[in-house]
């Protein structure tokens, strides 16, 4: 098969800040998402943030006629936001939603009911009869303060599990393809851990030319969108939107070019997202013989991340267990308050004691009390239940692999 | 690689039935688990509801000569209730959590709690090269009710999920070997979706040799734990525990004897569990040339089972779309009386109106009550509103495939 074609590839990732009765000048913006993306044609267009359905169907309808395949990846109270347009069929697809993705009281966050996960899309070429390519849009959860980042251990269980998503279902793929929002700085070690574990490659850093943002930051001051406070300690903004590919079998993938937005759409005065477009232009070539599947990197460093990573999951465990220790304590006090007070209601109604030292009020008031701090205490308690098992699976995981690597001669 | 000797691998299949504090002499069982599969030497031994992570630590320390790898899987408030030993190196491990998996309000049947998954185990005989074996250990939601069965959709969902994950994560496997409780009857749309969307084969159909209960069953009236009235329709048992494999590349595997035990263990007067164990022995064998995938199988009537099963999701679709909108709707209503009492307690208390018409003691149990009731229909809208988002994420994925499978030559 040799001298077959080069397959070009352009891709477009975009998180579209699309909430509804949120984001400013929603429908302005997916239109204009929309008619960008019919202009230019690219052959897979990965898209996170895409809340509404509407937005989802109005994109749908106007993309049909140059991305005829497509898919919206439902999940969580609001949905998971993601969905793929291809010009490949999509052969099928696949929802994974991370274990762990913040904490449902944490309103102001919203991240728990989201549903963040990662959807897979496997397509194939037509005319090809290889293995298919396997496309993922994803996000993982939010870094709200770098300093004191709550969610580090979330964030790490989620990069781990995308991981291994990626190459439990990746292993009779040809090209994998990944792009997302997700939420990490390149130096963080959820990303080391990700591209160590999987051996994908940074698109930004393996591209023979870029053009774009400075270090291809996808969170610029430019955009008039962006929380400039946020953005004070990086005064070039940062970068945590990415395209990650690699060959798995008996292919090449080069990165001809990548491209981000800066600051505004093209040729229009205003962005299409609080976060920079990233547009990458792949080759992708078939060599002489496969290649065999090569799942992770052979990187020496690839220990040292991992147990950097547990350690951080370790501290997110211990955590976790105060936490549904707290949680548990509370709801035995509460149960022990009703327990209390219904006998003392038993003894005033039996006239063997003494009146009821309340008023009545105040005894329903502190008993109505007490039994929502219960309800309220029970379900903390189940949470964090739950989230201490994932992060001790994970912990375990991660141990299974250290002591696999360090078994490798 | 012709001429490679032919591996024989011996499985054990159990549903352990071990619920802390529930169920009956749940530690002797253990042990007398324990103490059997040492002795027998199994290749692989697939367990379920192994609740507590104490008795999986005991099996472990007491099985350590004969299978030396191990993995459980955490998940949920109590735990997946899912373990695998082996005598095969676990290269790792990977756990799906199934999106829907019954209501955390039906206390009484717990399933929600359990936080049902499939785990998979990647496992390579040791100096063989091939790509590794999958094994799976699962479970699905109980049928509490056949006539009635309000979780069909729900454990359709999770047979779909099942089979995709499967699909997914065993294109580059050699053999995909499944043993679990799944909860179904063997003509059930489940079981016909799973099996004719993985081409999985039933151990059972296909032994050469079986011994055991009559028809395979593993829920039988001989078994002192089962709970008879459930039975008397099924005077026989009940076949929901099964064994499923395939071979995936250049491999072939055939069921050369299947036995089941027959309402008591070996040698003693008391069963394993209230479920029988399942014990296969398989013959793998290499052929001399890669099959390639063969992901579904190419039975005419899988359309018709699609459609079947989506029919049902639909209509489970619609069930939870009522629901939502009920506990919306009563949402509503809590919060509008509980704006109508905050008003009348603010005219009350700016003296501009009459007298509070009611005493303060009713009027803040209303309050409460109404409080109480905001909060569990708000609850329970949201957690409607994911239910429908993943019946209706399943209802799409299958639709999508019937249109593959129409357009198929």
């Known amino acids: 098969m040799e001298g077959e074609p080069t397959l070009r590839l352009r891709i477009f990732n975009l998180n579209c800040w699309a909430i509804r009765y949120l984001s400013k000048r929603r429908q302005q913006r997916v239109r204009l998402i929309g008619d960008t993306l019919r202009q230019e044609g690219f052959d897979l267009v990965l898209l996170q943030e895409v809340w509404s359905e509407q937005d989802y169907s109005e994109l749908k309808v106007k993309l ?16 998971s936001g993601l969905c793929v347009f291809s010009r490949f069929p ?21 991240d728990w009911f989201c549903g963040k996960s990662v ?12 293995s298919p390519f396997v496309f993922l849009s994803l996000q993982l959860h939010a870094e709200y303060c770098r300093d004191k980042d709550a969610y580090l251990p979330h964030r790490l269980v989620q990069a781990w599990e995308l991981a291994q998503f990626i190459r439990h279902t990746s292993k009779a793929a040809d090209v994998v393809l990944l792009g ?34 400075k270090n291809g930051c996808t969170l610029v001051p430019d955009n008039c969108f962006t929380d400039k406070s946020e953005l004070l300690p990086f005064p070039l903004g940062i970068r945590i939107d990415y395209i990650l590919y690699k060959a798995i079998s008996s292919f090449t993938v080069k990165c001809e ?10 040729g229009v005065d205003i962005p299409f997202s609080d976060h920079e477009a990233v547009m990458a232009t792949l080759h992708i070539q078939r060599q002489g013989q496969p290649a065999g599947a090569t799942l992770g990197t052979a990187d020496p460093a690839l220990a040292d991340v991992v147990t ?22 509370m709801a035995v006090l509460a149960l022990l308050l ?11 109604l039996a006239g063997l004691g003494v009146e009821q030292p309340f008023p009545k009020l105040s005894f329903c008031l502190l ?29 375990d995981q991660m141990w299974m692999v250290l002591r696999a690597l360090q078994e490798r001669p």
Chains 1, 2 share one sequence.
């Open 367 to 395: 008993a109505f009390l007490a039994l929502g701090v219960l309800v309220l205490a029970t379900g903390l308690h189940l949470f964090h239940t739950m989230e201490v098992k994932m992060l001790h699976g994970t912990e």
């Open 338 to 348: 009703l327990l209390l007070q219904a006998a003392a209601a038993l003894v005033t």
């Open 64 to 79: 049909a006629g140059c991305y005829p395949f497509s898919h919206y990846f439902r999940s969580g109270v609001i949905g």
């Open 119 to 130: 959807g897979l899309v496997g397509a194939r070429e037509q005319g090809r009869s290889q």
């Open 90 to 110: 999509i052969l099928d697809t696949l929802l994974y939603q991370y274990s762990l993705n913040g904490y449902p009281y944490m309103l102001q966050h919203g």
């Open 308 to 329: 950097e990573a547990r350690a951080e999951v370790g501290a997110g465990l211990r955590a976790a267990r105060r936490q549904r220790y707290s949680s548990g304590r």
């Open 180 to 213: 997302g929002d997700l939420n990490m700085h390149p130096e963080d070690v959820g990303i080391r851990l990700l591209r160590g574990w999987t051996g994908l490659q940074d698109a930004f850093a393996e591209a023979m030319h870029f053009e774009g943002c």
């Open 257 to 266: 070019e990548l491209k981000t937005t800066t600051g505004q759409a093209p």
